[in-house]
């Protein structure tokens, strides 16, 4: 509207917007209808393994599982599970709360920002079906019409939200909303000018408020 400040209301994917984690349901769901792919889970989980050891950090997790679970797949493939996935995101995952606070934003004319970790493969869509405005996500790359599977980007999370969302505040005379729910979340929601901690453990919560940031609950 005329002589209205621009506005943004970042939010969040998995357990802010939705009422878990994504991308490994995403995966399952690739890999429960290819049976050729399921002795890929025994790599898959020594990955894991080697994580909660101390042995990998949680980016290079995360990147690995992709390039084992899902790399080599078509983009015709990962397109159809994109499809499925999101259907059943938008009809049984997404938290009643969270999609009031969203349409508050919309119709208060604020510039809507999807800021998540999860990959490129269906966050986008995730964040068109929602009626997002612009879409920030880990990205993966591709040989040719194949995924690869590993970063195109840095993984969106921790340190790189709170880059990006300072990148942001010259886009914003109007200021800053921003809704998360875990504690790597912390950095980027201390740079905004409305922060909201949603869902959160209570050790999160508490090193929340030990920053001045509000918290609340989205069923």
Known sequence: MPGHAARLAVFDLDGT?????????YVLDFLVRRPRRW????PAFATVVWFFLGRMSR????????????????R?????????????????????GALAALEKHRSAGDRLVLLSASPDLYVPALASSLGFHECLCTELQWNGARLSGRFATA?????EKARLVGAMRAA????IAAYANSGSDLPHLLLVDRPMLVNASARTRRRAAGLGIPCGEWR
């Open 76 to 96: 015709d493939e990962l397109a159809s599970c994109t499809a499925r996935f999101v259907s059943r995101v938008l009809r049984k995952g997404m938290r009643a």
């Open 17 to 25: 917007l939705t009422r878990g984690d994504t991308f490994v349901p």
């Open 39 to 42: 002795l890929r889970v025994v």
């Open 59 to 74: 980016d290079r997790l995360k990147e690995r599982l992709s390039m084992i679970c899902l790399g080599g797949a078509s």
């Open 155 to 159: 993984n969106r999370r921790g340190e």
């Open 172 to 175: 914003a005379p109007g200021g």
